[in-house]
């Protein structure tokens, strides 16, 4: 078994990319060999949710320890004030999040944990910081990136780090949206994965990935796998994510109708037990926000002044059991975002005065994802794949467009991840069986480090028009990161012309493909 221990001191993204992989190596220098015998920050610090007057941070420390959080200013922390003081404990596995308010719009904001053991109050352990960038009220350039799909397919942590992580760096992103599969509960990484291109080795390798995750603590261990890839810890440490979970974080293809009794690997076999431990160990190892009345809340809306609002849905956690989705009505054995997250996204929607309306979607429109890929039977995302007038959830689907036609909400834009390839989508009611909305895209980006599968068939209820896709092709299923075909997505709105540009990215940081979108008045 192979294990690299958590990182010590962190490198700037600028230091980082300059001294490459030598300096990144440094990053994962064993606690044992620091000075301090204190607390250790055990997996960086993250970031999330970004608002005009703050945003939500996140660690975790290796003991039980009091957590002083300061905020600042400036990178020296001259003026650093102190915001709250966190208890890290067993219960939340030595996790800490906080929200940090107050600041200015727009502000760069630099905060510094740092811990003291609860066993020893004059043992403390050297401090870690991260930084991010408020939300803006007024108009200026944006840049955003989009992806999906984290050690997926038994792809771990290489030797040579999580690439696409480091080519995202680069960017200088206000923010980064983790479009769901964030964790692969169900698939084992071992030291070593064989694929059609040889074999990929592991090095970083921590018992609870071994097998699939059953457990909280095993659960909880994949988010802290990931964690431990030393472009992750950089990148986290100076971007906002904006999380969305899917399947992958509790197990493939999971419903409330999901079936393991013939799954061997797992001997607890209750789906709603297993997700709820994976809702909570998401909640606790990630930078969401809390919403009091709905603790495990997903979905939510982001904004970003007066240019951009965020959608961020969750198709997962409020669906029926996934069946053929040929239903004629909504709801019951329809049902994919549910009623109330229905009501709130056309509420907001409607509300929203911003010019560009982002809809982040954990999983694509037409696209047909099989619940069982091998038969091509059962619904696993929204198309049935009978090209027909819109049902089963197609429904929702229908519904949600013909509301943005009739309240004439303009520029929205669909981002999704989930196929495991890139591809621009176009859609228009002149190719549609259900035709009444207004044309829009989807852009679809991913995987981040995973196998690559595609490209899928594509369902013509809702006219989609592919106007570019790169995947692997039929032949060549399950491409493991080595073959590059790792994508990901940048979003630029330009402040004085208000244009959008979307642009599809791989691993080597090559631009695939573009356009640039005028939006459209009211």
């Known amino acids: 078994m192979s294990l690299i221990l958590p990182r010590g001191p962190r490198l700037s993204r600028r230091a980082l990319l300059a001294t490459g992989s030598a300096a990144a190596g440094m990053l994962a220098m064993p606690a044992i060999l620091r000075a301090s015998n204190g607390p250790v920050f055990t997996h960086g610090v993250q970031s999330g949710d970004a608002s005009a007057s703050g945003g939500m941070v996140w660690t ?19 003026d650093a004030r102190r915001v709250a003081q966190l208890t890290a404990l067993p219960d939340s596995d030595m ?76 960017h200088e992103l206000d923010f980064f949206i983790h479009s769901g599969d964030t964790i692969y509960a169900d698939g084992p990484i071992k030291a070593e994965q064989e694929h059609a291109g040889g074999v990929w080795k592991n090095v970083v390798v921590i018992p609870e990935v071994e097998k699939v995750a059953e457990t909280l603590d095993e659960f909880r261990g994949r988010y802290k796998y990931n964690q431990m890839d030393r472009f992750v810890q950089s990148f986290c440490s100076e971007v906002p994510f904006y999380y969305q979970w899917d399947d992958h974080e509790v197990t493939n293809n999971w419903s409330p109708g999901k079936d393991l009794s013939g799954d061997d690997r797992y001997t607890e076999k209750s789906i709603a037990l297993l997700s709820a431990r994976a809702g909570r160990a998401f909640h606790e190892m990630t930078p969401i926000s809390y919403t009091a009345q709905e603790p495990g809340r997903v979905y939510r809306a982001i904004h970003q002044g007066p240019l951009l609002d965020i959608f961020m849905l969750d198709l997962r956690g409020y669906r029926a059991a996934n069946n053929d989705s040929m239903q004629d009505s909504m709801g019951g054995d329809a049902t994919l975002l549910g009623e109330a997250q229905i009501a709130w996204l056309k509420d907001a929607l409607r509300k929203s005065t911003a010019t560009w309306k982002v809809i982040a979607s954990d999983m694509p429109l037409s696209i047909v994802v099989w619940d069982n890929a091998k038969d091509k039977k059962g619904v696993e995302a929204v198309a049935n794949g009978d090209s027909g007038p819109a049902k089963g959830r197609e429904l929702e689907i229908a519904d949600l467009l013909r509301f943005i036609r009739d309240q004439n909400v303009t520029n929205t834009v669909w981002l999704t991840a989930d196929v495991h390839y890139t591809a621009a989508n176009h859609y228009s009611p002149d190719r549609a069986q259900f035709q009444e909305f207004e044309p829009f895209w989807e852009f679809v980006s991913g995987p981040l480090n995973a196998g690559t599968f595609g490209p899928g068939e594509m369902d013509m209820t809702f006219g989609p028009k592919v106007e570019f896709v790169k995947a692997p092709g039929a032949d060549h299923q399950n491409l493991a990161p080595s073959e590059g075909m790792q994508f990901f997505g940048l979003v630029d709105i330009d402040a004085a012309t208000e244009q959008m540009k979307v642009r599809l990215m791989d691993m080597a940081n090559t631009e695939l493909w573009s356009t640039t979108l005028d939006p459209r008045r009211a």
């Not at 771990?156 to 690439?163: A, D, N, S, W």
């Open 60 to 78: 975790r420390v290796d003991r039980p320890s009091r957590i002083l959080l300061e905020v600042s200013t400036t990178e020296s922390f001259a």
């Open 95 to 170: 996790a800490v999040k906080c929200l940090i308010d107050g600041v200015a719009p727009d502000q760069r904001v630099f905060y510094r944990f740092t811990a003291t053991d609860l066993s020893d109050v004059n043992s403390t352990g050297q401090p870690v910081t991260g930084q991010f960038r408020a939300a803006p009220t007024q108009k200026r350039d944006i840049r955003f990136g989009w992806s999906g799909d984290t050690a997926g397919q038994g792809f771990g942590i290489p030797e040579e780090g999580m690439r696409t992580y480091a080519a995202m760096s680069g």
